[in-house]
């Protein structure tokens, strides 16, 4: 094999090298093929030019792989791949609920016996004991059940 077709191995060994230690880790399939067109390089330097060839081709490699890996492993370099945020978001929790017992709101649609009522301005999904409400109609929180919001209609 002629010295360009080395090079080349080489080359593009060293390229896919660093295109997973410094682009994508964690891939790992890039980093293997590029470590076997690396280690095909090599073995065809000793074959087919010298072991003194050889061995320049070797010593250079592992310079520049340990060159890459360095760079690679960066503080700096890690924090680009690295998940460094912290998510402050909460859930709502509904063993607290927000709207309490005695609150009043208005009926968006007709509760047979779930529906959609307005308190102030938040929409929620509420369910009655049982009777119909009308869309429209004023009605207030009894309590909360597990998940539900339990109405009755206000008269008066």
Do not use: C
């Not at 470590?35 to 490699?61: E, K, M, N, P, Q």
């Amino acid at each position: 094999m002629d010295w360009l077709t080395i090079a080349l191995l080489l080359l593009f060994g060293l390229a896919f090298l660093a295109a997973e230690v410094i682009f994508i880790p964690g891939t790992t399939v890039v980093g293997l093929v590029g470590f076997g067109l690396l280690a095909a390089g090599i073995w065809f330097g000793y074959r087919d030019l010298g072991s003194a060839t050889g061995h320049v081709l070797l010593g250079g490699s592992l310079v520049v792989t340990g060159l890459l890996v360095y760079l690679g492993l960066r503080p700096k370099n890690l924090n680009r791949v690295a998940l460094t945020q912290v998510n402050h978001a909460r859930v709502h929790d509904v063993r607290h609920p927000d709207v309490p017992p005695g609150t009043t709101g208005r009926a968006l649609s007709a509760l047979r016996p779930a529906g959609t009522v307005l308190f102030q301005e938040d929409r929620r999904e509420v369910t009655t004991r049982g009777e119909f409400v009308s869309a429209g109609a004023e009605v207030r929180v009894l309590s909360i059940e597990q998940n539900r919001i339990v109405v009755e209609q206000v008269h008066g």
